[in-house]
Protein backbone atom coordinates (compact mmCIF):
# COMPACT_ATOMS: atom_id res chain seq x y z
CA UNK A 1 0.00 0.00 0.00
CA UNK A 2 1.26 3.83 -0.73
CA UNK A 3 2.39 6.55 1.63
CA UNK A 4 -0.76 8.05 -0.28
CA UNK A 5 -2.93 5.41 0.35
CA UNK A 6 -1.78 4.91 3.89
CA UNK A 7 -3.24 8.47 4.58
CA UNK A 8 -6.01 8.22 2.80
CA UNK A 9 -7.30 5.23 4.84
CA UNK A 10 -6.13 6.54 8.33
CA UNK A 11 -8.52 9.53 7.43
CA UNK A 12 -12.44 9.49 8.55
CA UNK A 13 -15.07 8.72 6.04
CA UNK A 14 -17.01 12.09 6.23
CA UNK A 15 -20.58 11.02 6.00
CA UNK A 16 -22.62 12.63 2.84
CA UNK A 17 -24.54 15.92 5.00
CA UNK A 18 -28.18 15.71 5.37
CA UNK A 19 -30.14 19.00 4.89
CA UNK A 20 -32.74 19.18 7.56
CA UNK A 21 -35.73 21.38 7.83
CA UNK A 22 -38.38 21.16 9.92
CA UNK A 23 -38.14 17.56 11.44
CA UNK A 24 -37.69 16.45 7.91
CA UNK A 25 -34.11 14.84 7.36
CA UNK A 26 -33.78 14.94 3.27
CA UNK A 27 -30.17 13.99 1.50
CA UNK A 28 -29.14 17.03 -0.51
CA UNK A 29 -29.36 14.54 -3.86
CA UNK A 30 -33.02 13.76 -2.80
CA UNK A 31 -34.52 17.36 -2.00
CA UNK A 32 -32.45 18.67 -5.39
CA UNK A 33 -34.50 15.97 -7.17
CA UNK A 34 -37.49 16.84 -5.46
CA UNK A 35 -37.28 20.04 -7.05
CA UNK A 36 -36.70 18.92 -10.54
CA UNK A 37 -39.79 17.14 -10.42
CA UNK A 38 -41.62 19.93 -9.06
CA UNK A 39 -40.13 22.33 -11.98
CA UNK A 40 -40.98 20.04 -14.42
CA UNK A 41 -44.38 19.74 -13.12
CA UNK A 42 -44.95 23.45 -12.93
CA UNK A 43 -43.35 23.71 -16.39
CA UNK A 44 -46.23 21.35 -17.99
CA UNK A 45 -49.01 22.67 -16.08
CA UNK A 46 -48.18 26.06 -17.38
CA UNK A 47 -47.99 24.84 -21.27
CA UNK A 48 -51.03 23.63 -20.55
CA UNK A 49 -53.03 26.91 -19.77
CA UNK A 50 -50.58 28.87 -22.26
CA UNK A 51 -52.47 26.33 -24.58
CA UNK A 52 -55.61 27.29 -23.38
CA UNK A 53 -54.96 30.94 -23.70
CA UNK A 54 -53.92 30.48 -27.48
CA UNK A 55 -57.04 28.19 -28.24
CA UNK A 56 -59.67 31.53 -26.88
CA UNK A 57 -57.38 33.99 -29.25
CA UNK A 58 -57.76 31.48 -32.10
CA UNK A 59 -62.15 31.37 -31.55
CA UNK A 60 -61.98 35.04 -31.62
CA UNK A 61 -59.91 34.96 -34.74
CA UNK A 62 -61.93 32.42 -36.75
CA UNK A 63 -65.46 33.77 -35.78
CA UNK A 64 -64.00 37.51 -36.48
CA UNK A 65 -63.54 35.92 -39.85
CA UNK A 66 -66.85 33.66 -40.60
CA UNK A 67 -68.62 37.06 -39.43
CA UNK A 68 -66.79 39.16 -42.04
CA UNK A 69 -67.46 36.37 -44.65
CA UNK A 70 -71.04 36.50 -44.17
CA UNK A 71 -71.53 40.39 -43.38
CA UNK A 72 -69.89 40.93 -46.83
CA UNK A 73 -71.42 38.36 -49.20
CA UNK A 74 -73.40 39.20 -51.76
CA UNK A 75 -76.65 37.78 -50.04
CA UNK A 76 -77.05 41.52 -48.40
CA UNK A 77 -77.20 40.01 -44.82
CA UNK A 78 -77.81 42.28 -42.23
CA UNK A 79 -74.61 44.13 -40.67
CA UNK A 80 -76.09 42.98 -37.22
CA UNK A 81 -73.73 39.88 -37.11
CA UNK A 82 -70.85 42.18 -36.62
CA UNK A 83 -72.31 43.63 -33.36
CA UNK A 84 -72.77 39.80 -32.32
CA UNK A 85 -69.50 38.76 -33.31
CA UNK A 86 -68.09 41.65 -31.04
CA UNK A 87 -70.15 40.59 -27.86
CA UNK A 88 -69.28 36.88 -28.63
CA UNK A 89 -65.39 38.40 -28.84
CA UNK A 90 -65.79 40.14 -25.56
CA UNK A 91 -67.02 36.47 -24.26
CA UNK A 92 -63.34 35.23 -25.51
CA UNK A 93 -61.47 37.96 -24.37
CA UNK A 94 -63.25 37.15 -20.49
CA UNK A 95 -62.82 33.98 -20.47
CA UNK A 96 -58.89 34.27 -21.65
CA UNK A 97 -58.24 36.64 -19.25
CA UNK A 98 -59.40 34.32 -16.51
CA UNK A 99 -56.86 31.59 -17.57
CA UNK A 100 -54.46 33.97 -17.89
CA UNK A 101 -54.56 34.34 -14.08
CA UNK A 102 -54.23 30.49 -13.56
CA UNK A 103 -51.20 30.89 -16.52
CA UNK A 104 -49.88 33.74 -14.16
CA UNK A 105 -50.32 31.12 -10.54
CA UNK A 106 -47.64 28.98 -12.53
CA UNK A 107 -45.98 31.49 -13.99
CA UNK A 108 -45.08 33.29 -10.65
CA UNK A 109 -43.54 29.58 -9.04
CA UNK A 110 -41.74 28.73 -12.14
CA UNK A 111 -40.02 32.31 -12.27
CA UNK A 112 -38.97 31.58 -8.44
CA UNK A 113 -37.18 28.44 -9.03
CA UNK A 114 -35.48 29.28 -12.08
CA UNK A 115 -34.10 32.89 -10.35
CA UNK A 116 -33.63 31.61 -6.63
CA UNK A 117 -32.44 28.10 -6.88
CA UNK A 118 -31.61 27.26 -10.18
CA UNK A 119 -29.32 30.51 -10.86
CA UNK A 120 -28.31 30.53 -7.22
CA UNK A 121 -26.53 26.76 -8.09
CA UNK A 122 -24.10 28.76 -10.36
CA UNK A 123 -23.42 32.15 -8.43
CA UNK A 124 -22.39 31.74 -5.08
CA UNK A 125 -23.34 31.29 -2.07
CA UNK A 126 -24.70 28.55 -4.04
CA UNK A 127 -28.11 28.43 -1.88
CA UNK A 128 -31.78 30.11 -2.45
CA UNK A 129 -32.81 32.82 -0.89
CA UNK A 130 -35.12 32.57 2.47
CA UNK A 131 -37.63 34.51 0.93
CA UNK A 132 -37.82 32.64 -2.23
CA UNK A 133 -38.43 29.53 0.05
CA UNK A 134 -41.06 31.29 2.13
CA UNK A 135 -42.88 32.41 -0.69
CA UNK A 136 -42.71 29.48 -2.86
CA UNK A 137 -44.10 27.51 0.08
CA UNK A 138 -46.97 30.04 0.52
CA UNK A 139 -48.22 29.60 -3.07
CA UNK A 140 -48.53 26.19 -2.37
CA UNK A 141 -50.55 26.61 0.97
CA UNK A 142 -52.34 29.85 0.14
CA UNK A 143 -52.74 29.75 -3.46
CA UNK A 144 -53.56 33.31 -4.68
CA UNK A 145 -53.63 34.67 -8.25
CA UNK A 146 -50.85 36.90 -8.87
CA UNK A 147 -52.94 39.81 -10.78
CA UNK A 148 -56.39 40.85 -10.53
CA UNK A 149 -58.81 40.51 -13.32
CA UNK A 150 -58.75 43.80 -14.69
CA UNK A 151 -55.13 43.37 -14.88
CA UNK A 152 -55.55 40.38 -16.63
CA UNK A 153 -58.61 41.96 -18.98
CA UNK A 154 -55.96 44.84 -19.59
CA UNK A 155 -52.86 42.64 -20.81
CA UNK A 156 -54.96 40.46 -22.81
CA UNK A 157 -56.77 43.00 -24.71
CA UNK A 158 -53.33 44.66 -25.43
CA UNK A 159 -51.79 41.87 -26.98
CA UNK A 160 -54.32 40.26 -29.13
CA UNK A 161 -57.79 41.83 -28.89
CA UNK A 162 -56.91 45.22 -30.23
CA UNK A 163 -56.24 44.48 -33.58
CA UNK A 164 -59.54 42.47 -33.91
CA UNK A 165 -61.63 44.98 -32.21
CA UNK A 166 -59.98 47.30 -34.70
CA UNK A 167 -61.45 44.89 -37.35
CA UNK A 168 -64.54 44.56 -36.05
CA UNK A 169 -65.26 48.17 -36.00
CA UNK A 170 -63.73 49.21 -39.28
CA UNK A 171 -65.44 46.63 -40.90
CA UNK A 172 -68.90 47.71 -39.35
CA UNK A 173 -68.39 51.13 -40.61
CA UNK A 174 -67.46 50.07 -43.93
CA UNK A 175 -70.55 47.39 -43.81
CA UNK A 176 -73.04 50.46 -43.45
CA UNK A 177 -71.23 52.63 -46.33
CA UNK A 178 -71.10 50.16 -49.22
CA UNK A 179 -74.36 48.12 -48.55
CA UNK A 180 -76.43 48.18 -50.43
CA UNK A 181 -75.50 50.78 -52.19
CA UNK A 182 -72.25 53.35 -51.12
CA UNK A 183 -74.08 56.30 -49.10
CA UNK A 184 -74.32 59.96 -50.35
CA UNK A 185 -75.95 61.32 -47.20
CA UNK A 186 -74.55 60.89 -43.58
CA UNK A 187 -78.31 61.02 -42.39
CA UNK A 188 -78.47 57.97 -44.03
CA UNK A 189 -75.74 56.51 -42.55
CA UNK A 190 -77.78 56.18 -39.37
CA UNK A 191 -80.91 54.75 -40.78
CA UNK A 192 -78.58 51.73 -41.70
CA UNK A 193 -77.33 51.52 -38.02
CA UNK A 194 -80.08 51.00 -36.74
CA UNK A 195 -81.18 47.98 -35.34
CA UNK A 196 -84.78 46.74 -34.94
CA UNK A 197 -86.61 49.26 -32.90
CA UNK A 198 -83.22 50.54 -31.77
CA UNK A 199 -82.40 53.89 -33.50
CA UNK A 200 -79.66 54.06 -35.23
CA UNK A 201 -77.68 57.29 -33.49
CA UNK A 202 -78.47 55.28 -30.03
CA UNK A 203 -76.91 52.00 -32.02
CA UNK A 204 -73.65 54.39 -33.01
CA UNK A 205 -73.79 55.93 -29.16
CA UNK A 206 -73.57 52.63 -27.43
CA UNK A 207 -71.12 51.39 -29.92
CA UNK A 208 -68.63 54.97 -29.06
CA UNK A 209 -68.90 54.22 -25.12
CA UNK A 210 -68.13 50.38 -25.68
CA UNK A 211 -64.90 51.18 -28.04
CA UNK A 212 -64.23 53.92 -25.23
CA UNK A 213 -64.23 51.43 -22.60
CA UNK A 214 -62.11 49.31 -24.11
CA UNK A 215 -59.58 51.55 -25.08
CA UNK A 216 -59.49 53.63 -21.11
CA UNK A 217 -59.26 49.40 -19.85
CA UNK A 218 -55.80 48.84 -22.31
CA UNK A 219 -54.35 52.38 -21.40
CA UNK A 220 -55.47 52.51 -17.48
CA UNK A 221 -54.01 48.76 -17.30
CA UNK A 222 -50.58 49.72 -18.40
CA UNK A 223 -49.21 50.37 -15.21
CA UNK A 224 -50.27 47.01 -13.39
CA UNK A 225 -46.96 45.18 -13.60
CA UNK A 226 -48.03 42.46 -10.74
CA UNK A 227 -47.66 39.69 -13.72
CA UNK A 228 -44.79 37.34 -13.03
CA UNK A 229 -44.60 35.76 -16.86
CA UNK A 230 -43.19 38.68 -18.31
CA UNK A 231 -39.73 39.27 -19.33
CA UNK A 232 -38.59 42.22 -16.98
CA UNK A 233 -34.97 42.94 -16.19
CA UNK A 234 -33.54 41.19 -13.18
CA UNK A 235 -31.26 43.55 -11.58
CA UNK A 236 -31.67 47.23 -10.80
CA UNK A 237 -34.08 49.80 -11.75
CA UNK A 238 -35.35 50.15 -15.16
CA UNK A 239 -33.23 46.80 -16.80
CA UNK A 240 -29.76 49.19 -15.61
CA UNK A 241 -27.53 46.84 -13.85
CA UNK A 242 -26.23 49.66 -12.05
CA UNK A 243 -24.39 47.26 -9.38
CA UNK A 244 -22.55 44.08 -10.81
CA UNK A 245 -23.51 40.87 -10.30
CA UNK A 246 -20.82 39.65 -8.28
CA UNK A 247 -20.96 42.05 -5.82
CA UNK A 248 -25.06 42.44 -5.12
CA UNK A 249 -25.27 38.83 -4.94
CA UNK A 250 -28.28 36.55 -6.50
CA UNK A 251 -31.94 37.43 -4.99
CA UNK A 252 -35.01 36.89 -6.80
CA UNK A 253 -35.45 39.59 -9.54
CA UNK A 254 -39.48 39.25 -8.84
CA UNK A 255 -40.61 40.56 -5.61
CA UNK A 256 -44.30 40.63 -5.79
CA UNK A 257 -46.06 44.00 -4.54
CA UNK A 258 -46.93 42.65 -1.79
CA UNK A 259 -45.75 41.17 1.13
CA UNK A 260 -45.84 37.42 2.30
CA UNK A 261 -48.89 37.18 5.09
CA UNK A 262 -47.46 37.50 8.50
CA UNK A 263 -48.92 36.70 11.61
CA UNK A 264 -47.95 37.58 15.44
CA UNK A 265 -48.34 34.79 18.11
CA UNK A 266 -49.32 35.73 21.64
CA UNK A 267 -48.30 32.51 23.89
CA UNK A 268 -49.31 32.39 27.09
CA UNK A 269 -47.83 29.66 29.57
CA UNK A 270 -46.39 29.01 32.86
CA UNK A 271 -43.56 27.44 31.36
CA UNK A 272 -42.40 30.30 29.33
CA UNK A 273 -38.71 29.22 29.25
CA UNK A 274 -39.25 25.86 27.77
CA UNK A 275 -41.52 27.11 25.41
CA UNK A 276 -38.79 29.67 24.46
CA UNK A 277 -36.29 27.05 23.64
CA UNK A 278 -38.31 25.21 21.66
CA UNK A 279 -39.42 27.84 19.48
CA UNK A 280 -35.49 29.06 19.20
CA UNK A 281 -33.96 25.50 18.27
CA UNK A 282 -37.16 23.76 16.02
CA UNK A 283 -38.03 27.47 14.38
CA UNK A 284 -34.95 29.62 14.53
CA UNK A 285 -37.21 32.80 15.62
CA UNK A 286 -36.74 35.02 18.45
CA UNK A 287 -39.35 35.26 21.22
CA UNK A 288 -40.16 38.28 23.47
CA UNK A 289 -41.19 37.24 27.30
CA UNK A 290 -43.40 39.85 28.87
CA UNK A 291 -44.79 39.26 32.21
CA UNK A 292 -48.46 38.84 32.36
CA UNK A 293 -51.29 38.05 34.97
CA UNK A 294 -54.62 35.84 34.53
CA UNK A 295 -57.34 38.27 36.19
CA UNK A 296 -59.93 35.09 37.03
CA UNK A 297 -56.68 32.91 39.25
CA UNK A 298 -55.07 35.54 39.78
CA UNK A 299 -51.91 33.78 38.97
CA UNK A 300 -48.60 35.26 37.15
CA UNK A 301 -48.04 33.88 34.12
CA UNK A 302 -45.88 34.62 30.87
CA UNK A 303 -46.63 35.89 27.51
CA UNK A 304 -44.70 34.90 24.60
CA UNK A 305 -44.57 37.22 21.85
CA UNK A 306 -43.47 35.48 18.46
CA UNK A 307 -43.23 37.03 14.48
CA UNK A 308 -43.82 34.52 12.09
CA UNK A 309 -44.89 33.86 8.65
CA UNK A 310 -47.82 31.41 7.17
CA UNK A 311 -45.92 28.76 7.00
CA UNK A 312 -44.57 28.36 10.32
CA UNK A 313 -48.24 28.12 12.18
CA UNK A 314 -48.52 24.48 12.22
CA UNK A 315 -44.79 24.10 13.12
CA UNK A 316 -45.54 26.66 15.65
CA UNK A 317 -48.43 24.85 17.41
CA UNK A 318 -46.55 21.63 17.34
CA UNK A 319 -43.35 22.71 19.30
CA UNK A 320 -45.80 24.67 21.73
CA UNK A 321 -47.64 21.47 22.53
CA UNK A 322 -44.63 19.18 23.08
CA UNK A 323 -43.07 22.32 25.66
CA UNK A 324 -46.96 22.85 27.36
CA UNK A 325 -49.49 20.74 26.39
CA UNK A 326 -51.71 22.82 28.53
CA UNK A 327 -50.60 26.55 26.78
CA UNK A 328 -53.13 29.04 25.53
CA UNK A 329 -51.82 30.40 21.90
CA UNK A 330 -53.73 33.45 19.88
CA UNK A 331 -52.59 33.74 16.32
CA UNK A 332 -53.15 37.16 14.89
CA UNK A 333 -52.43 38.57 11.03
CA UNK A 334 -50.04 41.54 11.04
CA UNK A 335 -50.13 44.08 8.56
CA UNK A 336 -46.23 44.68 8.40
CA UNK A 337 -42.97 43.01 10.39
CA UNK A 338 -39.83 44.71 10.07
CA UNK A 339 -36.79 43.54 11.33
CA UNK A 340 -34.18 40.87 10.53
CA UNK A 341 -36.35 37.64 8.80
CA UNK A 342 -39.13 40.21 7.49
CA UNK A 343 -38.82 43.27 5.61
CA UNK A 344 -36.12 45.57 5.85
CA UNK A 345 -35.87 48.52 8.07
CA UNK A 346 -34.08 50.01 5.82
CA UNK A 347 -36.65 50.30 2.78
CA UNK A 348 -38.02 53.37 1.65
CA UNK A 349 -41.31 52.09 0.51
CA UNK A 350 -43.16 49.31 2.09
CA UNK A 351 -45.94 47.01 0.60
CA UNK A 352 -49.77 47.85 2.05
Not at 55 to 61: D, H, L, P
Not at 164 to 192: C, H, N, S
Not at 203 to 226: D, E, P, R
Not at 236 to 259: A, D, I
Amino acid sequence: MSERENVSASKPVMEEPVWTYRGYRIRPGEFVTAMVHFFRAEIQRANVWRTRLDATTNWAVVTTGAALSIAFSQGGVHHGVLILNTLLVTMFLFIEARRYRYYELWSYRIRLMETDFYAAMLVPPFHPSPEWAESLAESLLLPRFPISMLEALGRRLRRNYLPIYAILAFAWIARGYLFPTPLTDVGEFFQRAAIGPIPGNIVVLLGALFYFFLLSLAVGTIGMTNATGEVLPRFGENGRESVPLSEKGLRSWFVPHRHRRQYLAIIITDKEVEVSQRILNDLRRGVTALPGKGMYTGQARGVLLCALTVTEINHLRQAVHQADPQAFVVITQAHSVFGRGFLSLAEEKHPA
